[in-house]
């Protein structure tokens, strides 16, 4: 009896995770189309760049952008990324995503990079952020040269002043 | 020129810093007259949000004459009077569009930091760390204030400084909390704090027609303040069972609306501050929320609890048991002022909404550390101590 029980269950969890990885594949399949139209992963995914794809939504009509004529901080790119863009729905505007064509590194090169803060990733994000506010604002908001007094050299300032060089470039983004 | 700065965790400086000049096109270069002291500064202050560098200039309640205005700006002329949002906000974004203004995408310089804390980054602030953008706070001579034309509101004439100042910060941030916490005629609602951003609170409550105001606090001037300037009702924490005070002045159902205006430094009598006074200097959490737990188990089924004082981080013990049974909605929010400062400076020059008593101690800048100090350890009933910048 309780090899048939076992048995059952383990018919039926593989059951529910065969439903599962397919729901998922199917669920990531039907995102990626909206977000990617017409680059649907083929039998040739093994070329596809493996860089996500950054996206900012900009609070502008869909007409307003042009991909021929992004603003500088994408456009500077050329063809090292690919673009996408997609009106929001509920008039939230248009999505601008953004990624890269040369996967960049991954694994300990990839997490070096992170630390030496030359992820080419955390780059496109700084250059999305930019682009939105070009887009929304006409302007990249400065804050620097920003009047302060003296600044001592504590270990814990270093370290923000260190986290506040790449504020621009990190983030969930 | 000389400004206000924080030096490192409770030490405020006076020095020298460059005047501030303008960097985009929708700048202005504002010559502050009046700049407050604010219990959320107290956090910086205390190194409770660990993003501040020695040498920052602190402040961000303030009003000023207009000194410079940048190429971009179209509604303020050099001479006008305004006062200036304490948040940075483009105007043009989707969270600005629909009056979610301290939610800016685009008023951050450093989104990084807050989208590690909270997965998402919020608008600027002056002078409250680089975690909020880095900007030069309103305790010095001249500030500069970017998207000029979304931030500065020109101050009616009739209405003076030292109302108009807060203007700035405290009246739109109890405007924010009362408003979001959508209170209503005949509503019972309680506020746990009696500093500025309470007693506004409980005035905007007043104004949206509820039925009770309740605030609660232990310091007996800032209750009287209450009870004066502001005409809600008070409870001293030191003296009452709070929650059951609250039952019994609302029908035994509990207020309906329950705004917390306190912050990360909550104070009550008993061993439960003492646990979370341990486990923050322990930084096992960053922030005690002692009047957020009371405002939940005080607020009836189905209520509203608005969380308006200033949290970093994380808290432990949280009561969300308290929270799902009694279907509560929890909000909360900076402020969104933009919305609230043109309306308010109205009611200002109507004499429906005062705020000059809320500057019990007004001094020149250089008296910035004595200032922090008294307001800090709330001596001889300061309830907020303001700068004169221009001598």
Known sequence: ????????????LEHVATLAARAGGSVVRQVRSVLEPGALPTAGAAVEPASRWL?????????????????????????????????????????????????????????????????????LRSALRRAKQLLEVGEVLKVD????????????????????RRADREGVL | MKAATWRGINEIGVEDVPEPTILNSHDLILEVNLSATCGSDLHLLGGYIPAMRSGDVLGHEFMGTVAEVGSGVTRH???????????????????????????????????GITEALWGQSIGGCYGYSHALGGFAGSHAPYIRVPYADRGAFPIPDGVPD?????ASD??????????????????????????????????ASMHMGAERVIVID??????????????????DYEEVNVVAELRERSGGRGPDVCIEAVGMEAHSPGPQYIYDQVKQQMRLQTDRPTA????????????????????????????????????????????????????????????????EHLATHVMPLDQAPKGYEMFKNKEDGCVRAVFTTQN
């Not at chain 1, 996206?55 to 603003?71: F, K, M, Q």
């Not at chain 1, 995503?97 to 070096?112: D, F, V």
């Not at chain 1, 003296?150 to 002043?161: C, F, I, N, W």
């Not at chain 2, 030292?162 to 807060?166: C, G, M, S, T, V």
Request: hydrophobic content about 40%; aromatic content about 6%.
């Open chain 1, 1 to 12: 009896m309780t090899s048939t029980l076992e048995h059952r269950m383990t018919t039926t």
């Open chain 1, 55 to 123: 996206v900012v939504t900009v609070y502008r009509e869909r007409a307003e952008i042009d991909t021929g004529n992004l603003p500088a901080p994408l456009a500077e790119y050329g063809d090292e990324i690919e673009v996408l863009v997609r009106e929001a729905a509920d008039a939230k505007g248009t999505e601008l995503g953004a990624r890269l064509r040369t996967p960049p590194p991954s694994g300990i090169s990839g997490a070096a990079a992170k630390v030496r803060g030359d992820d080419p990733r955390a780059k």
């Open chain 1, 145 to 164: 040269p920003v009047p302060h007094g003296k600044r001592s050299a504590t270990p814990g300032g270093l370290v923000l002043e260190a986290v506040t």
């Open chain 2, 77 to 111: 002329q050099v001479g006008d009077r305004v006062v200036v949002c304490s948040f940075i906000s483009c105007g043009q974004c989707w969270y600005c569009d629909n009056q979610l203004w301290s939610l800016c995408d685009n008023g951050n310089p450093n989104p």
């Open chain 2, 162 to 166: 030292e109302r108009a100042l807060f």
């Open chain 2, 170 to 203: 405290a009246a739109p941030t109890g405007w924010t909390g009362a408003h979001q916490a959508e209170v209503k005629p005949g509503d019972v609602v309680a506020v746990w704090g009696a500093g500025g951003v309470g007693q506004m609170a409980a005035r």
């Open chain 2, 218 to 235: 232990r310091f007996d001037n800032r209750l009287e303040q209450v009870r004066t300037h502001i005409g809600a009702e008070t409870l």
């Open chain 2, 292 to 355: 957020v737990r009371e405002a939940i188990y005080a607020c009836r089924k189905g209520g509203t609890v608005f969380t308006l004082g200033v949290f970093a981080g994380l808290v432990d013990k949280f009561p969300l048991g308290a929270v799902m049974n009694k279907a509560l909605t929890l909000r909360g929010a900076q402020q969104h002022g933009h919305r609230y400062i043109p309306e308010i400076l109205d009611l200002m020059s109507r004499d429906e909404v005062r705020t």
